[in-house]
């Protein structure tokens, strides 16, 4: 049996769903909460034979009485990059993460966990997923939730420098900008793509924040889009090679624009582009990233070879299937 956290939320339940199809046990730790209509959370995971819903607040007495899964894939967190509520990121994502793994490593147990490209801050120091205590130092997170991810990692390198006891397997992954099918209860930490494709479905203009760096067209911010199947066969190709462990990019290592992004979504509908400019909201000026660009050479070398998806075609796909189908979800 497999346990996955945050099973029900976007990149958790395409990893379900993945391992599903492969015909695993695997049991949903989450809350499913009330949702708008047509957006719930249980949806993203109605289409698939799962050993059952596991409540988080029953999560370690599930841990001391059940048999032990072979791997815990921990994607639960608060994601919101704008929460200001410390305790709260605090418990979640830094203490649940450290706890699990601590109890891994007492009980050999595999743990895959998500970590986060937040934790680069403004990138003035590389997107490099290096692992030592010395390099993750430097980084300085934007936010509250990029703040919860390094931390975490920070901790995990502690404990490997010193010798301390880890899980057979453990590997964090640095998620850069997903998106893909089961983001429709996200809200506003949607991906851009959803948010640009209901937007161009009212007849509206997609809108896109303006630069306000010399230098830095508007539109022209850039980031690493990573399709959510790109992202899950990072984590079935780890579940299949148990002999690797670390901590690693998950990204496409391209840089492309919003526009290029958003361009993508209307040639997908085949529509001609109409675009605007709005100013950037008061609570993510100083804290947005202008660039991110995972390097992919530490998965690479570990013998990671699967090409990502082009984002035209990621973008195509996620519309197409999904978007304007008349269930959208997996």
């Known amino acids: ?25 695997v049991l949903v730790c989450d809350r499913l909460r009330a949702g708008d209509p047509g957006r719930e959370k249980w949806r993203n995971i109605a289409h698939h034979n799962i050993a059952g819903i596991l409540p988080p607040d029953q999560l ?24 200001r509520d410390g305790d709260a990121v605090a418990e979640n994502n830094l203490s649940l993460t450290l706890q699990l793994w601590s109890w891994c490593a007492r009980n050999g147990v595999r743990l895959i966990y998500a970590s986060s490209a937040a934790t680069y801050g403004d990138g003035g120091h590389g997107f490099e997923d290096d ?12 936010n509250l939730y990029g703040w919860s991810k390094h931390a975490t990692d920070r901790r995990v390198a502690d404990l490997l420098a010193r010798g301390s006891a ?15 099918p089961n983001e429709h209860h996200k809200g506003r930490m949607a991906s851009v793509v959803l948010h640009k494709f209901r937007q161009i479905m009212t007849g509206a203009p997609a809108t896109l924040f303006r630069s306000d760096r010399e230098g830095i067209a508007d539109g022209e911010q850039l980031r690493d889009f990573i399709h959510v199947d790109d992202c899950v066969g990072i984590m079935l190709w780890l579940l299949d090679n148990p002999q690797i462990s670390g901590l690693f ?6 840089a492309r624009s919003f526009l290029d992004l958003t361009n993508a979504i209307y040639t997908a509908l085949g529509k001609s582009p109409d675009i605007a400019f709005m100013e950037m909201p008061a609570d993510l000026q100083g804290k947005y990233q202008y660039f991110t660009q995972a390097r992919m050479d530490r998965l690479r070398e570990a013998g990671f070879a699967a090409n990502p998806t082009p984002l035209e075609d990621g973008v195509r796909r996620y519309v197409q299937d999904f978007l304007m189908a008349e269930d959208p979800y997996r």
């Open 1 to 25: 049996m497999y346990l996955v956290t945050g099973g029900a939320g976007f990149i958790g339940s395409n990893l379900v769903a993945a391992l599903c199809e492969r015909g695993a046990e």
């Open 60 to 83: 370690w007495d599930w841990l001391a009485e059940q048999p032990k899964p072979e791997a815990i894939f921990h994607l639960g967190a608060v994601s919101d990059t704008t929460v």
């Open 131 to 142: 692992a030592s205590p010395q390099f993750l130092s430097r980084l300085r997170p934007l």
């Open 166 to 180: 880890a899980p057979p397997q453990w590997a964090g992954l640095k998620f850069f900008n997903v998106y893909g």
């Open 249 to 254: 990019n998950a990204g496409t290592g391209t």
